[in-house]
């Protein structure tokens, strides 16, 4: 059933995709979305049409039943070429933790929002522009 709703939740985003965006699974319920020739000051009104298109699709169970899906989203916007996959996904995860730890169904713009890392006790600010070598 989750890999059903997964492909209904895939469905949905891909009908909000233009030429050259790009969706895949990462693993589990994880999707990349890679949205291309996108102005920055548009990209969060992409990210919730996004987002509305995953709440907004009306999947069923195997009995008819109607499922209604939420979806946590964190996203970064940037001109420049990304050459570290591993670090970008890290920045973002690191987002999507923090949004998740405060409740489901919410997005994060994982390069303006301050990140706080839960390795210790203490919450310091980090925000992404200070990793230079990603953007």
Known sequence: MGDQLLRDAVTNIAKHLKSGDFIGRLGGEELLVLLKEVDEIDVEFRVQQLHSAIAHSAPQTNNF???????????????????????????LDQALCQIKRKGNNQIIDAFNAPIYPTTDDSPTEVYPQEMPSLL
């Open 65 to 91: 039943q109607p499922v209604s899906l939420s979806a946590s989203c964190s996203y970064l916007a940037t001109s420049k070429a990304l050459s570290d996959f591993n670090e970008l996904y890290a920045i």
